[in-house]
């Protein structure tokens, strides 16, 4: 069953698989293997202190560039394995009004296809509603047909696309 659980050092052999399989498709980003390369995450202190600045992402006084928001930072799990990650963003920037909205997700690929981003979508407006985030801006690229359907079917309204990007308002309290 598809969870949503705050990151954990017991996910640390299967968030590996995670991130590689998401680093060999290109989208490493989104498990910050840009600012944390995969080798540093090897070991067991490497990856604690990756867990540690996940979790402190959420706090209003942690420490951030002035374009960066506090967000939660999540993952999508089953039973043991992690599938995926997610990121909901408490406020928005002008560019993530734009380009990046309030909540981002990835599932590695080998999990695709099995209704997890769409489970895990639910679950994340439920979260989002308890941040006090309503309605919620999910955006996709244009061309990215399976992200464009999760949204739609987890309720988006598609206001308009800018700079490539579909641009979605969802309500969080059918969320819940």
């Known amino acids: 069953m598809t969870e949503l659980v705050r990151p954990h050092v017991r996910y640390h052999r299967s968030f590996l ?5 998401l680093e060999a498709e290109g ?5 910050d293997l ?7 995450l090897q070991g067991e202190a490497g990856f604690a202190s990756y867990v540690r600045e996940l979790l402190a992402r959420a706090l209003p006084e942690t420490p951030r560039p002035a374009d960066h928001v506090p967000d939660t930072v999540l993952w999508v799990v089953d039973g043991e394995q992690m ?3 997610l990121s909901i963003r408490h406020s928005l920037t002008p560019f993530l009004l734009e380009v990046g909205g309030h909540i981002g997700y990835a599932v590695r690929p080998s999990a695709r ?27 996709c690229d244009e061309d990215n047909t399976a992200s ?29």
Request: overall charge positive; glycine content about 16%; charged content about 30%.
């Open 17 to 21: 698989d995670t991130a590689r399989e």
């Open 27 to 31: 989208n490493g980003g989104f498990l």
């Open 34 to 40: 840009g600012r944390h390369p995969l080798e540093t």
């Open 148 to 176: 464009r359907l999760v949204i739609e079917r987890g309720g988006g309204r598609l206001e308009d696309v800018r700079a490539g990007k579909r641009r979605y308002w969802l309500a969080t309290t059918g969320g819940q």
């Open 83 to 85: 599938l995926g990650r």
């Open 113 to 139: 296809r099995r209704g997890h981003a769409s489970a895990a979508l639910r679950l994340a407006l439920a979260v989002a509603h308890d941040l006090g985030i309503d309605p919620a801006l999910l955006t």
